[in-house]
């Protein structure tokens, strides 16, 4: 079952902030960031493994909050390179099955 | 350099054919994935396999076979029945579970 993501696209200024929203109803053993360029393949951002766990990347960081099963990506100061689509990928708990992605957030950046 | 390699990169076949997208890692990793995309529906898991001979069905299973007879391939058959067969293939591997995806650049099928 595919996580939810919110919003399903993001139209900022540069300089401005973004925060992308994954749930699951599962209970989630971790969740997973990507982003993809257009015709490239999805470049693996980070990865929360417990809950409440937060984690950071130059200007972009995320959260896992594990009572509610949801994580969120921040982007702050947004640059033009962060155009692109963002994936969230969720392996749910008590047993192994996979990676399942959702269908993306698609942030577009502005001069 | 280590790497996921997918060939090839486009592909073409008439409907009714089945055919073989291949998927090679130098990564030494255990688990291997393969995920359709397309436009509007984000990434599908179609298998994945966490060890050598042996793999599990995904989201979207109907119409595809794979094979995991090597570590570091996982060739994926896209038969007849398949429905909707064209659409962009992504092969991913990653160490196991907990364990950051590496991707192939991907083959862009289409089946007229």
């Known amino acids: 079952q595919q996580p939810v993501q919110s919003p399903q696209a993001v139209i900022l200024r540069e300089g401005e902030d973004a925060v992308i929203n994954c749930s699951s109803s599962k209970a989630l053993y971790s969740v997973h960031w990507y982003r993809q360029k257009h015709g490239e393949a999805p470049v693996f951002l980070m990865i929360?493994?417990?809950?409440?766990e937060q984690k950071g990347h130059e200007k972009i960081s995320a959260s896992f909050n594990e009572k509610k099963q949801q994580s969120s990506l921040y982007l702050t100061a947004s640059q033009l390179s962060y155009s692109g689509t963002y994936f969230c990928g969720t392996e749910r708990g008590g047993g192994a099955d996979g990676l399942t992605f959702g269908k993306g957030t698609h942030l577009i950046i502005q001069p | 350099d280590g790497g996921i390699t997918q060939s090839p990169k486009y592909l073409f076949r008439k409907e009714g054919q089945n055919v073989t997208l291949s998927c090679e890692q130098n990564?030494?990793?255990?688990?291997m994935y393969w995920y359709r995309q397309d436009p509007g529906q984000g990434l599908r898991l179609i298998y994945y396999s966490q060890i050598v001979n042996d793999f599990q069905k995904g989201d979207i299973a109907e119409g595809y076979s794979v094979s995991r007879e090597k570590k570091e391939s996982f060739p994926l058959t896209v038969t007849s029945a398949q429905k909707n067969p064209t659409a962009f293939y992504l092969c991913a591997s990653s160490i196991g579970r907990g364990s950051p995806l590496h991707f192939g650049n991907g083959t862009r099928l289409t089946v007229t």
């Open positions: 990564l030494n990793h255990d688990a």
């Open positions: 929360l493994l417990k809950g409440g």
